[in-house]
């Protein structure tokens, strides 16, 4: 069965930390896409991230920066000096190749960044 | 270009009242989604359509709840006789093609039931 495991709640820190959110995800198959987005406080779901799970190499955006590791079954996200507007409920996502609509999302992490 | 649309954004209503949510995917995506947030249950996907034909419902909650696709750009979701249980925020997405594509979320759609 599929599964994606957000084990952080809720994180807290201060402007210009670096933090990094975990994700570790269960699945039988092969093939497999992994997924991050981001739920400010106005409440939209905002795409950051696609990954497929032969593509191991991490990813880097600006501030975002992914680590896909499939030997722990991680997809971790930090976003390096972080801002105030980093402020949001970031979700985990998983879709196995064969199952067309099937995201299945982890509870999602709060991070809480002060000034 | 525009994202996906939803309507209302905001809705409150009494038990046992009809409740109508509409949807406008991206323009040229084949799929659109329907999803319903919950403080206890998370996301969680209610049903999708492929062409505007619905491919899997089995997230949907009960006989209350059914969505309908009429034409590409449009989709509604509708719950008859609405309950207090049902009180969340609903999401439609779009994608261009089935997962894994990237799904794009609309704004949602909060509803209340008192």
């Known amino acids: 069965a599929q599964k994606v495991t957000q084990a952080q709640t809720e994180i807290s820190v201060v402007e210009k930390e670096d933090v990094t959110l975990d994700c570790v995800y269960e699945?039988?198959?092969?093939?497999?896409?992994l997924f991050w987005y981001k739920q400010p406080p106005s409440g939209e779901l905002v795409f950051l991230i696609r990954r497929n799970s032969f593509d191991e190499q991490n990813e880097i955006s600006g501030r975002y920066s992914w680590n896909f590791q499939k030997s722990t079954s991680s997809f971790n996200f930090t976003i390096t000096a972080s801002q105030v507007v980093d402020s949001a409920v970031y979700f985990c996502?998983?879709?196995?190749?064969?199952?067309?609509?099937?995201?299945?999302f982890g509870k999602g992490t709060k991070l809480s960044v002060k000034p | 270009d525009a994202g996906v649309i939803q309507s209302p954004r905001h809705e409150v209503t009494e038990m046992g009242q009809e409740v109508t949510l509409r949807c406008k995917p991206i323009s040229g995506h084949d799929y659109l989604f329907w999803y319903r947030q919950t403080m206890m249950r998370g996301l969680e996907l209610l049903i999708y359509f492929n062409n505007n034909v619905p491919i899997d419902d089995s997230g949907m909650p009960e006989d209350r709840f059914s969505a309908k696709m009429p034409n590409a750009s449009f989709s509604t979701l509708k719950i008859q006789p609405s309950e207090p249980r049902d009180s969340a925020v609903y999401f439609c997405a779009s994608s261009l093609a089935g997962t894994p594509d990237t799904q794009y979320f609309g704004p949602g759609t909060r509803l209340t039931v008192l």
């Open positions: 699945t039988r198959d092969t093939t497999y896409y």
């Open positions: 996502a998983l879709s196995e190749s064969g199952s067309q609509g099937n995201l299945i």
